[in-house]
Nanobody, 128 residues
């Protein structure tokens, strides 16, 4: 069983930065790929970024490439999402997710079906 707790969300102006954290419980964190997804009001949840369990492979949605950076610290059982140059369209609830322990160690995945555990979400609001 893995529990994920996101933190770091808030209200910022366009152009600002935020850093989200996702703290995981359990002993299998380093074997699991981690992903960040977001859901804006009235829209479906969408992929943002992911990192493999090894930390060597990452992937990004085109809408955030060059602005967002995913990272992880396996010693701290924590994944991070650094968000720079935020835009109003980045406003959403951001969720972190942990993949099934048997997958995504070498290659990150953007498929929701590959993720076994989800956090409760943290709100990010970007004003114009």
């Amino acid at each position: 069983q893995v529990q994920l707790v996101e933190s770091g969300g808030g209200l910022v102006q366009a152009g600002a930065s935020l850093r989200l954290s996702c703290a995981a419980s359990g002993r299998t964190f380093s074997r699991r790929g981690m992903g960040w997804f977001r859901q804006a009001p009235g829209k479906e949840r969408e992929f943002v970024t992911a990192i493999s369990g090894s930390g060597y492979d990452t992937s990004y949605a085109d809408s955030v490439k060059g602005r967002f950076t995913i990272s992880r610290d396996n010693a701290k059982n924590t994944a991070y999402l650094q968000m720079n140059s935020l835009r109003p369209e980045d406003t959403a609830v951001y969720y972190c997710a942990a993949s099934y322990s048997s997958g995504a160690y070498y290659t990150s995945t953007r498929r929701e079906s590959d993720y076994e555990y989800w956090g409760q979400g943290t709100q990010v609001t970007v004003s114009s």
